[in-house]
């Protein structure tokens, strides 16, 4: 049976692999396509798509991975079914519980995989991403201008035009800005050209612009100003970027620490991924069986629902406890229970005599 053990585990894991590859590449690509619309606008420098998608990877395999495990028992188990294969193994007395018990190393170790995935690796690779997108956001101006596109910084504040960059793409032509401070004087600003300027001793940023005008006011009133520029250098501030960092990319640690609802959700939220793996091979065990003269692929969607039902009711659970609806102390401990105990009915209706 040692040799029937492998046999079947290795089938698994050559499902598991193919459609986790087949998964993350439709996944990436969705989200490739989506960068390169927001970096055609300005959002991102073209050159950071790659960086941001590398940053990325973990949070799509902690989701990626429970699924592709779950749908990978469904057609492995239900090819057995299909070509016969499981009845000489229940000759040789292998039931679905035996069945399961083999498969719990590898459930074992695609759950561990998730864990790190979601207690670890995928907040920290948030908490860079997150400050590698606050880098280029400090740095995005002059940047990562796209000619003949609108550019909204530090919250709409300020908006910045130009008609042309030159080749090197460090200096605009043609420039417009326009600063709408809630504590300032409107300022709108035209010159021939404008770039950065960075002080070699503190490394402070500073904008210059060459050949302009600056208009402070509003039109028509006593006080408004119109100043003509040979050059103008202003300091870029920087304070306006958060340092408060996201619920996902805090750490682990210090969600453990955290009393707040929202902290106290995406631990168990994390915590949950690892079982949702455990809970959905049994699960799988239990649904995959096919009738006679049933295909492969019959207990898909069945399958598909019963999975798609207990992540939906997880990610409820997780709103309903950052709103405070529900209690930490229950969490989403119900939701595992109530499908650990349908993973186990569907579990023993498979041990039972199959109806034609």
Known sequence: ????????????????????????????GGRFISYLQEAALGKYASESILHILLYRLPGFLQLLLPF??????????????AE?????????????????????????AVALLVGYLSLMLAPDNDRRLTEYLRD???????????????????????????????????????????????NAEPVTIRAQTGGQQVDPV????????????????????????????????????EGLRGNKFSVE??????????????????LQFRLGLPLVVLIAGV????????????????????????FVSYYAALVFG????????VPATIGMWPVHIAFFILGVVLLRRSTLPARV
């Open 1 to 28: 049976m040692a040799v029937a053990a492998r046999y079947v585990n290795r089938e698994l894991l050559l499902v598991l692999v193919s459609l986790t590859a087949v998964l993350l590449a439709v996944t990436v």
């Open 68 to 81: 592709a495990w779950f749908l990978a028992l469904l057609l492995t188990l239900g090819r057995l079914y």
């Open 84 to 108: 016969s294969e499981f009845d000489v193994l229940r000759v040789g007395g292998v039931g679905p519980a035996r069945l399961l018990k083999w498969l719990t190393p590898t459930g074992l």
């Open 136 to 182: 280029q956001q400090d740095n995005a101006e002059f940047r990562i201008m796209t000619p003949g596109v609108f550019h909204s910084y530090y919250r709409g504040q300020r908006t910045t035009y130009a008609d042309a960059v030159d080749e090197e793409g460090e200096v605009l032509l043609d420039v417009f800005m326009a600063e709408l401070s809630p």
């Open 202 to 237: 503190t490394g402070e940023r500073y904008l210059v612009l060459v050949n302009g005008t600056r208009y402070v006011g509003e039109p028509g009133r006593s006080d408004y100003h119109v100043i003509a520029f040979d050059r103008l250098t202003q300091r870029l501030e």
């Open 249 to 266: 990319a805090r750490p682990t640690a210090e969600l453990l620490e955290s009393p707040e609802p929202e902290a106290r959700a995406e």
């Open 283 to 306: 699960g799988g065990v239990g649904i995959a069986r096919t009738k006679p003269r049933q295909g492969r692929f019959a207990r898909v969607v069945p399958g598909l629902g019963l």
């Open 318 to 325: 997780r709103d309903a406890i950052a709103d405070a609806v």
